[in-house]
């Protein structure tokens, strides 16, 4: 309610979104009438009726005690004395007829009361939300009754709720006397049978704005506007009584306004309301006309009570008044200016006013005056230093947002007592680098830095520049392990841009040095956790960024190492120090933060910007200046950039590398006397498969500055681990151990024999073991066995095949879309457009399928157990080896050119030519010359219509043109490649898409 004292908005701005008194009681209120309660004492007028307990208590000459129920006939049997009618009658009348019952029996006492009560049946009617028949408490009233009900509904009475027992209307309830009022003296209690009628609502009128209570209101009594401002609770002090203003709905024909003019609200009561009328109840215009404003800065601004003859002199007294750094020479006082209320703005000297007790500047005020004293800085720009590198950021402590601690606080700064690192002992410590408060003070620091706030950041762009720089430097590495360059194959074919972009590519490929697998990964691991450190905090240590560097450079990655310096360039910590005076350097480093553990403490620059834009460079030493050595401690000067570097940028990082059998390789920081066995030790150990009795040590050794050699020397593992110095020799920066393995220690290869084996499974193989002697070991052959479609398949074979069909797939992607490309391109009719692009179409698909094709590794050999031995195709087993021996599949099937395709029982007696006369025959478009068949053990050839052909299954020559059919092969009857225009130019195409099937096992379709 205050605060809605305290709102000035628009004249007539006031909401309408209004809604009906008294409604939301029913709908935010959550109520239960129990049927039983206990806790309340029954009246003497309770009317007792079937269901109510009688306990009556006997004592005296007869001591009992009786729980009675009156039954439904409405008596209560009462032992020695026996039934007495008492339904209907109020607890008061049966309580005097019992008790004169009992005085009969001389000398007994009685006492009677009530105990559970009966339930009430009752219905509640008419406008409600729930209507219904509703059992209720013996003490339920008329608000109970409609808090069941959920209430009136939106077009319910709230005023004239009706209350009727046996047809007759017993009483009407107002519901706002018992909201506004809070009397219930007509909310009576119901009774078994009682009726709770809602009616429609009477006359509703609605009033907005400036009461206390807006709302939609039921009238009753009362019509009049005086009556609706009772109900709404009186009008606000802001309310604008001289507008008083009705909407209004005239005989159903069109909205009219009222207005109404009542500043005294005598003449409310004479004004009469309607059935849907709106009152708008407007604010007050005119606000504070005797208040003037000080703004700017100033100590206390704010709102003050005008005075006749007030002067800006009254509300700034003194320089107190004022903020540090205001400007003396200008301040302004804006004035409303009647009658029009025009802005007018008047300048005066602050200075003079305060100063010399100017009376021409100490100007005089009138009501509504905005007097702004502005800040020198407003007029010009801030002096400031900016300190960059190896700094922590500005110091913050709790109520000090100049970044300087209390003065009890001083010598708790967390740049205080030396560094304990041993790089920095003989640096900072011997330069007197412990600072204390007493050294403060004598610099004058501590009053310097109470200015203003230091502002240090390490820049969200720069942080997302150096991002880009390490992904680039990441995904290069990865470029240069990946084996298929992606960027050679040609995915659209509109020219050579990306054929000259792959050559690019691939040139710098060849010129990177290669890296190991395992050299590759540690340089992406430091990657991975600089960006996420990036990412997370936007702040890295500088020694991973620059060990990543030094990395870089050792393996000749020169280009990488140089994005990586530019990324470490980008994310140093950036701090601006105001400007003050007889700031030095001690000073602005100590308020930003002061050096980190990481600052190079012999050598700082100051970056000076003079006259004509010529920069110049100061150099000081960091740990002097801290220690306020005055011919260190150099002055600044406005726009300076100190610049504190890492002590890394000038001592490399040592490390030494161990490789082999190790549980952790890689590369390791050197330290000083580290041995061999620290170095195993901090690899995690050797290896089970570790070779000890010889290793490999390779160390740098530089001749005389000049040139640089590679030196290696041969240790015992076995006696280093032992501890002996011989061979537990000290090492060197960038050292390299080569842990060799025992040989032959992976030994274990595996074969898998399925199909028709005795035993098949998967069998472990020695070192040279050949396939005929694994059969053995399986029991040989069982009689389904099918040896001519043994399915032998390879590891090894299948990724040259892979390899192979990706070289085949390119060449064809190459030849076919690169020129279908430039015959669009050079189309000079529509239609001869439409046609290219439909045969680029199937060029593109043909592609596609070929590039979905994955190689078999599928091997033709000989599996009969005496034909293998001592044969070539008795083979030695590699790791991975697949044996299958299927059963005898009395099936050939015809595929391609031909009219149908299909599969045949094989007979022995029958050709090539008699399984296509099967299909229906040849199709228009067959290629006859070259048909072909897919062998059953995974070998093609053309077939022979000659006088002779071998007839690989009898081992002998044969009459006939049969074409050497077994069980299980595949007859392939390819199309006419001249049919199709673009594959005309290639005369090898049938070759082709034979190897493509014995190779992938399946039948390439060109369309």
């Known amino acids: 309610m205050f605060d809605r004292l305290r709102k000035a908005g628009k004249y007539q701005d006031i909401s309408t979104n209004l809604r009906p008194f008294g409604y939301e009681f029913f709908q935010e209120t959550s109520v239960q009438v129990f049927s039983g309660r206990k806790d309340i004492p029954v009246p003497m007028n309770y009317v007792v009726g079937p269901g109510d307990e009688v306990r009556i208590m006997l004592w005296g000459r007869v001591n009992s005690q009786y729980n009675l129920i009156v039954d439904r006939d409405g008596r209560i049997t009462i032992p020695q004395i026996g039934p007495v009618s008492v339904a209907g009658m109020t607890f008061e009348q049966m309580s005097r007829q019992i008790i004169g019952m009992t005085e009969q029996m001389v000398g007994a006492n009685i006492d009677i009361a009530m105990g559970t009560l009966k339930t009430t049946p009752i219905f509640v009617l008419g406008d409600v939300r729930r209507p219904g028949s509703f059992t209720v408490g013996s003490f339920a009233t008329i608000t109970d009754a409609l808090l069941l009900s959920g209430g009136p509904s939106d077009i319910g009475s709230m005023r004239n709720v009706q209350l009727k027992r046996n047809g007759r209307l017993v009483a009407t309830f107002d519901l706002y ?45 009362r019509h009049d506007l005086d009556g609706l401002f009772e109900l709404a609770g009186g009008i606000l002090p802001t309310a604008d009584t001289q507008q008083i203003q009705m909407s209004r709905i005239q005989k159903n024909e069109r909205h009219i306004v009222v207005d109404v003019d009542d500043k005294s609200l005598k003449g409310s009561r004479k004004v009469k309301l309607q059935d849907g009328d709106l009152v708008k109840v407007f604010s007050i215009v005119d606000r504070d006309r005797n208040a003037v404003y000080l703004e700017g800065n100033v100590k206390r601004p704010g709102k003050y009570q005008y005075k006749a003859g007030m002067r800006a002199g009254d509300l700034i007294k003194s320089s107190s008044d004022l903020l540090d750094e205001s400007f003396m020479d200008y301040a302004l006082i804006k004035r409303i200016v009647p009658p029009d209320r025009k802005e007018a703005l008047i300048p005066f000297n602050l200075g003079k006013m305060l100063m010399r007790q100017d009376p021409v500047h100490n100007v005089e005020l009138r009501p509504e005056d905005r007097i702004y004293v502005f800040s020198r800085w407003l007029f010009m720009d801030k002096p400031y230093v900016t300190v960059e590198g190896e700094i922590r950021g500005v110091m913050v402590f709790p109520g000090d947002s100049a970044g300087m601690a209390p003065e009890g606080e001083k010598n708790q700064l967390p740049y205080s007592g030396s560094y304990q690192s041993n790089l920095f002992r003989s640096g900072w410590s011997s330069a007197g680098m412990a600072v204390q408060a007493p050294v403060l003070q004598e610099a004058g620091a501590t009053d310097q830095l109470k200015t203003t706030a230091t502002a240090c950041e390490v820049r969200k762009d720069n942080v997302d520049q150096a991002l880009l720089q390490f992904t680039t430097v990441e995904n290069e590495l990865k470029a240069g392990q990946n084996e298929q360059i992606q960027s050679s194959r040609v995915q659209v074919p509109p020219g050579g841009e990306e054929q000259m972009q792959a050559g690019r590519d691939l040139s710098l490929q060849k010129n990177r040095p290669q890296l190991s697998d395992h050299d590759a990964y540690a340089l992406l691991e430091k990657i991975r956790f600089i960006k996420e450190t990036l990412s997370q905090n936007q702040r890295t240590a500088t020694q991973e960024i620059l060990g990543l560097q030094e990395e870089l450079k050792r393996r000749n990655l020169y280009g990488l190492a140089d994005r990586v310096r530019e990324a470490a360039e980008t994310l140093r910590t950036e701090c601006r120090v105001p400007m003050s005076e007889k700031m030095r350097v001690r000073d602005a480093i100590l308020k930003a933060g002061g050096p980190t553990l990481e600052a190079y403490p012999d050598r700082g620059e100051i970056i000076r910007i003079e006259e004509g834009r010529v920069y110049r460079t100061l150099y000081f ?19 300076d950039r100190v610049v504190l570097h890492s002590v890394w940028e000038h001592v490399e990082e040592k490390s030494v590398s161990i490789e082999g059998e190790v549980k952790k390789p890689g590369t390791y920081l050197y330290t000083d006397e580290m041995t061999v066995r620290d170095l195993v030790f901090r690899a995690g150990q050797l290896m089970e498969s570790a070779y000890l009795d ?13 040139r640089a050699r590679l030196e290696k020397r041969p240790i015992s593992l076995r006696r280093a681990l032992a501890g002996d110095p011989q061979y537990n020799i000290p090492l060197k920066n960038r050292d390299r151990l080569f842990v060799k393995r025992i040989s032959d220690w992976n030994v274990e290869r595996y074969v898998t024999l399925s199909g028709e084996f005795r035993f098949p499974g998967r069998y472990i193989v020695s070192k040279g073991e050949r396939l005929s002697s694994l059969i053995e070991r399986a029991g040989g052959f069982t009689d389904k066995a099918y040896l001519r479609g043994a399915f032998f398949t390879r590891d090894r074979v299948r990724e040259l095949q892979q390899k192979g069909l990706q070289d085949l797939t390119s060449r064809l992607e190459r030849d076919l879309l690169t020129g279908g490309s430039k015959e669009v391109a050079t189309a000079l009719s529509t239609a001869e457009v439409q046609a290219k692009q439909a045969e680029f179409e199937q060029k593109r698909k043909f592609v596609q399928s070929l590039k979905e094709l994955k190689a078999t590794g599928r091997m033709t050999i000989r599996a009969d157990l005496m034909q293998l031995q001592g044969s070539e195709y008795d083979i030695e087993l590699e790791d991975g080896d697949s044996l299958f021996i299927p059963e005898v599949n009395k099936v050939v099937t015809v595929v391609g050119s031909v009219m149908t395709n299909g599969s045949f029982v094989y007979e022995s ?45 009898k081992s002998r020559w044969q009459h006939g043109n049969v074409g050497g059919i077994e069980p299980g092969d595949q007859i392939v009857v390819p199309e006419q490649t001249e049919r199709i225009a673009w594959l005309r130019e290639f005369r090898d195409i049938t070759a082709i898409l034979m190897q493509l099937a014995v190779t992938a096992g399946v039948v390439v379709k060109v369309f």
């Open 694 to 706: 010889e290793a490999e040590l390779s160390t740098i050794v530089i001749d005389g500055g000049k």
């Open 177 to 221: 006397s018992l909201l506004l009022k809070g009397d219930r003296s007509r909310d009576l209690i119901l009774q078994a049978g009682d009726v709770v009628f809602v009616p429609v609502t009477g006359p509703q009128v609605g009033i907005a704005g400036n009461v206390k209570r807006p709302a939609i209101y039921e009238l009753k009594d």
């Open 621 to 639: 030493n960091v740990a002097r200046a801290m220690a306020n050595d005055p011919l260190e401690n150099l002055a600044l000067q406005n726009r």
């Open 909 to 953: 007696r029958n050709g090539y030519e008699d399984y296509i006369a099967m299909t229906g025959g040849y199709s228009q478009y067959a290629d006859k010359k070259n048909v072909y068949v897919l062998k059953v053990d995974g070998s093609a050839r053309k077939v022979d219509s000659g006088f002779l052909y071998w007839n690989d299954m």
